[in-house]
């Protein structure tokens, strides 16, 4: 699924530049698709979200479609997360049994299924893609190197561990495209047990790739396209624990850094095939206090802050960005007026048509004319 033109074209043009901050017109529009303590996780390309929301001191996970809001149930226990869904309408994630254990599910067809673990007592599902194949995290049986926890992947009604780097502790696996390319984070080793340092890895034909050196310190990707583009977090300067988004690009680490100059953290959840990227980051809310905002981040313009791109009158700020589909919709968390206990699953949606364009929409226009034999050039396939 492509953008199309108009909306591309004026997206392009808000994010390029200083003026984005004071756009006369709001970019996204936002819909509503949960209550108070709900929040949205994952899109597919038709706009379908998942994501969990709490009712009566529990978790449970949800999908929305035109057809409305279904909640997903559980193994026999209290709480289940829905983290990713395809573009058939398969969702994964991760639903309590009776004994309170965690367990991978699928739910598709409104039937919920048991993926199992790799032997352990837990297994979490973290993506899927269009050809159902899974991926996630299990335990496994204790073993004499301490290797519990190994990312996995699913088809065929079998789940089979990834492994972990030599003499590491573990491994997560938190994407995968249509491609079968997985992306995570494998443990370096038993040094800092019980905090093994983690690097961002791809796993393709059978082995790791690092993205980062060792001894680098914490990172992961949490987010492919099928362009093999990856995202995720990468190490700051000033924290142990801290963050900066990046993109990796061809063999390339992009740092995509802060959003806020006097912040020094950040982090990239997904990237569509267009290459834009979402994600959070820390930004100044007053004089003496700090907050996360969701951001989007694209290669002509940079780093922006979601809530630039919205109505300023809307009384919603974006404090999450977690994933972005090739239609340019955000599937978000917001706060109704900024108070934190009164967040809200929301999704973006790009304003198209724009019925009476501002400077920033002519000036998108203006560039339209001028670039519009070369665009074909630029598209890429989904």
């Known amino acids: 699924m492509r953008l199309s ?47 969990h929301f709490t009712s009566g001191g529990n978790t449970r996970g949800f999908v929305y479609t035109n057809s409305g809001f279904t909640e997903i149930g559980t193994f026999g226990g209290q709480n289940s997360m829905a983290v990713a869904i395809n573009d058939h309408g398969q969702v994964v994630g991760s639903a309590a049994t009776a004994s309170g254990w965690n367990h991978a599910f699928l739910f598709s067809g409104a039937t919920l299924h048991d993926l199992g673990t790799l032997g352990g007592s837990y297994s979490e599902a973290y993506d899927i893609n269009n050809q159902g194949v899974i991926v996630g995290v299990s335990a496994k049986p204790d073993a004499p190197n301490f290797v519990f926890r190994q990312g996995f992947r699913y088809a065929g009604g079998s789940m089979s561990a990834l492994g972990t780097l030599p003499d590491g502790a573990g491994s997560d696996a938190y994407a995968i495209n249509n491609k079968g390319l997985i992306g995570g984070a494998a443990s370096e080793g038993m040094d800092t047990f019980p905090e093994f340092p983690s690097h961002a ?3 393709r034909n059978g082995s790791f790739e690092l993205l980062v050196p060792l001894g680098y310190g914490d990172s992961a990707v949490y987010g492919l396209n099928d362009r093999g583009q990856a ?79 919205i109505d300023p009158d809307s009384g919603w700020v974006i404090t999450d960005a977690n994933a972005i589909n090739d239609a340019g919709q955000i599937a978000a968390t917001a706060c109704r007026g900024g108070v934190f206990s009164d967040c809200h699953a929301v999704r973006l949606d790009l304003v198209s048509p724009v019925p009476e364009p501002g400077g920033w929409a002519m000036l998108a226009l203006g560039i339209g004319a001028i670039g519009l034999r070369g665009a074909s050039r630029l598209r890429r396939p989904c």
Do not use: C, K
């Open 231 to 309: 995202v995720g977090g990468i190490p700051n300067a000033t924290s142990a624990h801290g963050s900066h988004a990046f993109l990796y690009d061809d063999g390339t680490l992009i740092d995509l850094g802060p959003l806020w100059t006097g912040s020094d953290e950040s982090i990239a959840w997904d990237i569509n095939n267009h290459g834009q990227v979402v994600g959070n980051a820390l930004v100044r809310i007053d004089t003496t206090h700090s907050g996360w905002h969701g951001f989007l981040y694209d290669r002509q313009g940079g780093m922006v802050d979601l809530n630039t791109l």
């Open 201 to 203: 890895v791809l796993y």
């Open 5 to 51: 033109t108009l909306p591309q074209l004026l997206l392009a043009a808000a994010l390029a530049g200083p003026g984005a901050a004071a756009l006369a017109d709001p970019v996204y529009n936002i819909t509503v698709i949960g209550g108070a303590g709900s929040a949205a996780v994952d899109l597919n390309h038709r706009g379908d979200v998942v994501g």
